[in-house]
């Protein structure tokens, strides 16, 4: 049995496993990445789902990740390339009409009353400017309450002052919508139910939530914040988010982080007191000063460490994280380009079918009971349409993601599967007439795929759903929100951890600051 | 179930099987609550059942207990995460007390854990407890169930308990070890022996399947009649207990799962139990915060208190001067030894004066016939237990 020793292994190389090593390696750490499946990237790879079609497994578009954390890695020199950025959403409703959204240039919308389109510009106007503030929130490492660090004084003081910075008009208006729901902030502000449709699409996209429950304009916060960190509006690295993954890998490399894939951990080792390596599945060890899991807390805490290390309130709070996920992707092989109905032309942008608040409710509905939804909604895009090396020439990708697709579907995937991939492409078929006779191959991966294949316990988007109780200081659960897991050595550094997912990777950079303070 | 049941607002508390019994000897109804059933404060003068624990043998309804088995393939391994003693060392057929924290390290509760088989245990504390032990059973393989009616039990403690067992025709009893327990056949019934006992006597507690209470309880008081043998209430109970130095839940401290306030949690270190607590045979619930605890100066501590005078100072706030000018702790258990022929406590200190031979104050407010009397009584640390028999741990136990 082969014993080497490394200052940290990684457990997981999805992308935030990927940032953590590459900062700690930059830092002249020595960095071991253990990746069980085949290829790095976690969710955030580009798979062929069809013979020639190619498409990105998970998240379809990067707009969360910030532009410094690209740039601190520089990822454009390790081959990260955009084909599209500051992408349009086209929200299209059968039978309705269309609304374009520049969220970019927050201006130029069209198919909007007069009214609405002088109210949109403000109003994304109004939540940039508070999601702005809470960016300090989203992007440091929350501090621990009570424990009286100067450091944690400091992260408090940080943001109260962005808070106040806000001024009292914006700050009460903060306070008054962190915690609504968005369908009665939107009622405030819009008459267009599509413009409706398509924001309050964007604050449930990935959670457990319909737009009318609570604590659903604090995730389109979220959701602002992260894009504007991000700061090129909706965008599609050129050969799919695993070019991400690709870039990241490359950069950890060339940092010197060894990187071993196809190499999955069966255990983190404990020595007493501290997390001292891991033991593979091949039975071989892996010594290290500390451990850092890139995994989700769930399968990091209970599988892989063992309930035995930790304390019973603790592993109690861990089970009790929500974890269930709610979202599907969908992929079609295309025979030719689809034509949506009200876009001229190829659509180069992201198309959302979620024609009004009540339209998402109602399936969101169907959810809460075990069922998935009977008129799903959809956030559509077409990726051959900006990188057509995706694709055979000619042909096309769809790529689409779609709620609501309950973890625990009361009737089981295995016959819920054929129902629900008949049900996308209906409403495909609607808005998009002649798509259905293209399709040459489908793929659908439910909640419980996402679990199988990228080792998510409970094959949530997001590890655990992100909501006010699951973040922040309490993410992923109180006393263990700093990246650091009750047993001194070991880390988290997935999107369970502060601040969650979506490919931000701050979970990544933030788990490396916390490792390199404590080693200090 | 154990008896008929009316419906719960007739009858909110359950009856033991030895309750028929029991009221017959009751001369004074004084009957309280303890986790869900109904038992006996008083039969006749507490003073009169306090001597039959110290002098002679007395019979306690211990069926209120809760029990629980604890069965399966990582029941060892589960007593060890729960549990702050070493649980895989103790051997089958032997009994421990021991205690349980939460994450903080603040104590739940203490129970005493009987090893039957190689992953057969079973668990009897004083309160319910299945909430916190189905939520460290998380990643365990094994069974938890509550046995608390399936298992009638009686305390027999005092000098004489070992002479009544034999006349009873336990044969060999008095070879049976502190902290050893062992199964007996008496007639029809198959009779669980062990020797522990909340008093620090010579003394047993015998576990029997519930139609056979009434026999074992009519044996018992058959054999021990020359030895007058008397059965005795709670408030007897903790008289014995406090000479014996044991603390009472609720009483010398609350268990971490019911306190409100910030601080009000006690961790074993401070209740003086820190022998309990085993750092080196792997982890445990609540070892990380006690690690640290144990690492850093105490803040305060248990500690038992010799008082000058022979008025019990319940409930007493102590202070380092006799004027009182400066608080160091309460009283949480006090009572006159007639044993010790001392007024002794036990009382939560603040550091240093926890320590053995330290003086302090008590204030101790007097009742006149409703004249109200306050007294600054001189007290000093003493070491527990207060009152410790050679017989209590002789093998073979003694005839009295």
């Known amino acids: 049995m082969s014993v080497a020793r490394y200052d940290a292994v990684v457990v997981g190389g999805g992308h935030n496993g990927l940032v953590c090593a590459a900062y700690l390696a930059r830092a002249g750490r020595s ?490 | 179930m154990l008896t008929e049941r009316e419906p719960y607002y007739r009858q909110p508390l359950l009856r033991t099987p030895f309750h028929a019994r029991m009221r017959e000897f009751s001369q004074v109804d004084c009957f309280i609550p303890w986790s869900g059933y109904s038992t006996v404060d008083v039969f006749t003068t507490m003073e009169q059942e306090y001597f039959a624990i110290r002098n002679a043998a007395s019979l306690y309804d211990l069926t209120p207990m809760v029990k629980y088995r604890i069965a399966g393939p990582d029941a060892t391994r589960y007593l060890d995460r729960l549990m702050t003693r070493h649980i895989a060392k103790l051997p089958v057929g032997r009994v421990a007390y021991g205690i349980w924290c939460d994450d903080s390290g603040k104590l739940i509760d203490d129970g005493t854990v009987f090893r039957f088989g190689e992953s057969e245990y079973r668990l009897c504390t004083a309160e319910h407890q299945l909430d916190w032990l189905l939520d460290s059973r998380i990643g365990f393989d094994v069974r938890i169930e509550e046995v608390t009616a399936e298992v009638a039990a009686l305390a027999l403690q005092g000098p004489c308990s070992c002479w009544v067992l034999r006349t009873l025709g336990l044969n060999g009893i008095e070879t049976l070890a502190p902290f050893e327990s062992r199964a007996f056949t008496l007639g029809a019934m198959t009779l669980l022996v062990s020797r522990t006992g909340f008093t620090g006597d010579l003394g047993y507690e015998l576990w029997v399947e519930p139609q056979h209470a009434e026999s074992l309880w009519d044996r018992l008081m058959e054999a021990g009649r020359t030895r007058t043998i008397r059965p005795i209430g709670s408030r007897a109970l903790n008289i014995a207990r406090l000479e014996a130095g044991f603390l009472q839940p609720n009483v010398d401290f609350v268990s971490s799962g019911r306190t409100l306030r910030n601080g009000t949690a006690r961790s074993p270190l401070e209740l003086a139990l820190g022998w309990l607590v085993d750092f080196r045979k792997g982890h445990f619930t609540g070892r990380r915060a006690l690690l640290q605890e144990s690492q850093a100066q105490p803040l305060r501590r248990l500690a038992g208190l010799d008082v000058a005078g022979n008025k019990p100072a319940q409930n007493a706030l102590l202070y380092a001067d006799r004027h009182g000018r400066r608080e160091i702790g309460s009283v949480t258990s006090a009572a006159w030894s007639p044993t010790c022929k001392r007024n002794i406590a036990l009382a939560m200190l603040a550091a240093p004066y926890f320590e053995t031979g330290r003086e302090v104050w008590a204030e101790i407010y007097l009742n006149r016939e409703l004249v109200w009397e306050r007294r600054m009584v001189r007290a000093r640390v003493v070491e527990r237990p207060f009152f410790a028999p050679q017989r209590r741990r002789r093998t073979p136990a003694a005839d009295f």
């Open chain 1, 31 to 520: 960095v071991l990445v253990l990746e069980a499946n085949p290829h790095v990237g976690g969710a955030a790879v580009t798979r062929e789902f069809a013979p020639g079609f190619r498409v990105s497994a998970g998240a379809h578009l990067l707009h969360l990740m910030p532009k410094r954390l690209i740039a601190e890695l520089n990822l454009s020199r390790h081959g990260l390339s955009m084909a599209a950025t500051h992408m349009p959403t086209y929200a299209l409703a059968s039978g309705v009409g269309t609304v374009r959204i520049e969220a970019a240039a927050r201006s130029a919308s069209d198919g909007l009353t007069a009214a609405d389109a002088q109210a949109l510009p403000e109003f994304f106007g109004r939540m940039h400017t508070l999601a702005a503030a809470l960016w300090p929130l989203l992007e440091g490492i929350p501090p621990r309450l009570g424990a009286g660090e100067w450091r944690d004084r400091l992260t408090m003081a940080r943001l109260g002052i962005k808070l106040r910075l806000l001024g009292r008009r914006r700050l009460r208006e903060l306070l008054r919508i962190a915690g609504m729901c968005v369908h009665d902030l939107l009622e405030e502000h819009f008459h267009s139910p599509l413009l409706k449709g398509a924001l309050a699409f964007d604050a449930v996209l990935g959670t457990n939530y319909g737009p009318r429950s609570p604590g659903t304009v604090f995730t389109l916060l979220y959701r602002m914040a992260a894009e504007g960190a991000a700061g090129q509006g909706l965008a599609q690295p050129a050969g799919g988010l695993g070019a991400l993954s690709e870039a990241l890998e490359s950069a950890a490399s060339a940092a010197g982080a060894e990187i071993r894939t196809a190499t999955p951990v069966q255990r983190i080792l404990v020595d007493g007191e501290r997390a001292c390596g891991v033991r593979l599945e091949s039975g071989e060890q892996v010594e290290a000063k500390c451990v850092i899991s890139g995994a989700d807390p769930r399968t990091t805490y209970l599988k892989l460490l063992g309930a035995e290390q930790l304390d019973a309130g603790f592993v109690r709070r861990i089970t009790h994280l929500r974890t269930h996920g709610m979202t599907a992707k969908f992929h079609a092989a295309l025979e030719r380009m689809p034509t949506f109905l009200g876009i001229d032309g190829i659509p180069r942008g992201r198309v959302v079918l979620a024609p009004s608040p009540d339209a998402i409710e109602r399936a969101f509905n169907h959810a809460k009971y075990g069922e998935f939804s009977a008129s799903p909604v959809l956030e559509v895009v077409v990726p051959t349409s900006c990188d057509a090396a995706l694709a055979p020439a000619g042909k096309h990708v769809l790529s689409a993601i779609v709620q609501y697709a309950p973890y625990q579907l009361r009737e089981g995937w295995d016959s819920g599967r054929a129902r629900f991939t008949d049900l996308i492409l209906e409403t495909l078929e609607r808005h998009a007439p002649g798509l259905r006779a293209a399709v040459s191959a489908t793929e659908l991966l439910t909640p419980a795929d996402i679990e199988a294949q990228f080792r998510i316990s409970g094959g949530h988007w997001h590890h655990a759903e992100l909501a006010l109780d699951q973040f922040f200081t309490m993410r992923p659960v109180i006393g263990a929100a700093q990246y650091r897991a009750p047993v001194p050595g070991l880390y988290l550094c997935g999107a369970g951890t502060h601040p969650g997912g979506g490919v931000l990777g701050m979970g990544g950079r933030n788990a490396a600051q916390q490792v390199l303070r404590e080693a200090r």
